[in-house]
Every structure is written in C-alpha cells, then in structure tokens.
C-alpha cells in the first residue's frame, strides 16, 4: 500500500498563491491515480482535483482555471499549485492515491485563506 506525506499548506492572502506537496512511498505510485482533497469542519471531505497514470487530469469547477495537479513518477511526487486563492479554499488538504491495493489517505496538511 502507499504511504503519503503532505506538505506546503499555510496562510496566505486572498489573491495569493500556494503550492502543496505529497510524497508517496511503497509499491505502486507510477500506476496510482492520485487526487488531492480538501475538507472543512462539519463538511464532507471533497475531490479538489485528480490526475492519472497517463498524466490525465480532471477539476472540480470551482478550482477550474485557478489550481493545478501534476506528478513526478521518477520523486514518486504529486503537486497541487494554487493561485488567485479564495477564503472559500480554506480548508485541510488531503493527497489521496487509489490502487489496486485500495485508497491511501495522507494525513493532512492545513491552507488558510485570509487577509
């Protein structure tokens, strides 16, 4: 199974620009497909964004044009870069990656929005 590490969460300014981190290790990274997540207190945890083996990517609408999702394989890394962030992005996120072993879950790393 795939153990994950998050890392790049903070507090910026609305308009600002962050960049998150996650580290797998074990088998099976290269064929994962790896999501990241967020969730706030008293809310569903919810997909922010995903991308494939092949490098294919999907967003959610409400981050559509504004973060982005990227993987090494070589680091066995995946990135979210965020810009033009909102007070409505706060929230802990979460990097996920779904094998054939079933899901992994990171534990977290917190991005506060505010001015």
């Known amino acids: 199974q795939v153990r994950l590490v998050e890392s790049g969460g903070g507090l910026v300014q609305p308009g600002g620009s962050l960049s998150l981190s996650c580290v797998a290790s074990?088998?099976?990274?290269?064929?994962?497909?790896m999501a990241w997540y967020r969730q706030v207190p008293g809310k569903q945890r919810e997909l922010v964004a995903s991308i494939y083996s092949d490098g294919s990517t999907n967003y959610r609408e409400f981050v559509k044009g504004r973060f982005t999702i990227s993987r090494d394989n070589a680091k066995n890394m995946v990135y979210l870069h965020m810009n033009s962030l909102k007070p409505e992005d706060t929230a802990v996120y979460y990097c996920?990656?779904?094998?054939?072993?079933?899901?992994?879950w990171g534990q977290g790393t917190q991005v506060s929005v505010s001015s």
């Open positions: 074990g088998s099976g990274f290269s064929t994962a497909a």
């Open positions: 996920n990656a779904y094998t054939s072993m079933g899901a992994s």
